[in-house]
């Protein structure tokens, strides 16, 4: 009796080939680019032992109860796990793998580019090239700010902050500050100062938000946060939307209180094309793509794959989260 697994969109075939070679389970999976509807993800999941899930889809109560008893393990394409409703999965006994480390190098190099991007203001100066708006080489035209001498923040020096720290040092920081729960032993490679999260504020020229989203993180950046930096400094998130308070990251960015913004997430993700953070030239915004590179989405589609099986197998997972 094969087991039922249930994969939520379409993957890098280095994972799906893992799960339909194993031969231990018959894989169904919503073959698209594009999100499952909800009410397809709950016909979906009935009765899977196993579901491969991505960071957009919300694996809550409704989807745990459409899966029903069977289910022992969900997978989730990431590194991220605030879209998954833990306590609950906890309390089903359901086990939870997931992917960290194989996507710290490329999360961190897409972080050091949107810092200089936003930094340098990247996008306006390709617009001005498009639009005929370069008319000639000027002293005070699309002037930035450099890492060189300057002083780094970075909030949450986990696994991915530590790594954007490690690639910013040799661009001539000079300080490098960090705040978060607790004192990282390992900052001492970054030579990393551990400090209140106000000194953080008022005295970074750069701002790196690289902590995870829980209920102490969300809305982290508001009103106060913003208006206790520098008028010079530069806001970048790599982590999750919700540690910012959008409305008060446009008005700080409108009115002068911070420099520049550069986001590679959002709330909600897609954002409207009509968000008015969109209408500031000093906000850069990706579409979440921290992760996205050809070889680090094969390796974590791999991972997640054999996550999945170990699960599956009642097996010690190669990434398991602890419950
Ligand atoms: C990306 O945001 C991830 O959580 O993997
Ligand atoms: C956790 O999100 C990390 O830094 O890898």
């Keep these: 009796q094969l087991m039922k697994v249930y994969v939520t969109r379409r993957i890098p075939q280095e994972g799906m080939k893992i799960l339909t070679e194993a031969g231990v389970c018959k894989v169904s999976v919503w073959d698209s680019d594009e999100p499952v509807p909800r009410a397809e993800l ?3 999941v009935a009765g899977a032992h196993g579901l491969l899930c991505l960071l957009s889809d919300r694996i809550d109560t409704e989807v745990l109860d459409a899966a029903g008893p069977n289910l022992k393990v969900i997978s989730t394409l990431s590194v991220g796990f605030d879209h998954l409703a833990i306590n609950e999965i906890k309390k089903r006994g359901v086990r939870v793998g997931y992917t960290p480390d194989v996507l710290t190098d490329a999360t961190a190099e897409l972080t050091v580019a949107l810092l200089l991007a936003t930094a340098r203001r990247l996008p306006e100066g390709i617009d001005e090239v498009k639009s005929g708006g370069w008319s000639s080489w000027k002293p005070l035209w ?57 000194t953080l504020l008022t005295e970074s020229d750069f701002i790196v938000v690289s902590c995870s989203l829980t209920p102490e993180t969300q809305g982290l950046c508001n009103k106060e946060f913003f208006s ?61 793509i921290g992760s996205a590179t050809y070889s680090t989405r094969g390796i974590m589609a791999e991972l997640s794959a054999n996550n999945l099986l170990a699960g599956l197998g009642g097996a010690a997972m190669p990434s398991e989260l602890a419950l």
């Design 42 to 44: 709950l016909k979906g």
């Design 142 to 198: 699309l002037c930035g700010y450099g890492l060189s001498g300057s002083t780094v923040g970075v909030i949450g020096l986990g696994r991915i902050g530590l790594a954007i720290a490690r690639r910013l040092k040799p661009f001539g920081v000079k300080r490098l500050l960090y705040s978060g729960r607790s004192a990282k032993p390992q900052a001492s490679e970054v030579e990393g100062e551990y400090v209140p999260l106000d």
């Design 228 to 288: 206790k930096m520098k008028n010079t400094a530069v806001f970048i998130n790599s982590s999750r939307g919700s540690v910012v308070n959008q409305e008060d990251l446009y008005e700080a960015l409108s009115s002068g209180q911070i420099a520049a913004a550069g986001l590679d997430v959002t709330t909600p993700e897609p954002l409207p094309t009509d968000h008015p953070l969109l209408t500031l030239k000093n906000c850069v915004i990706l579409p979440h």
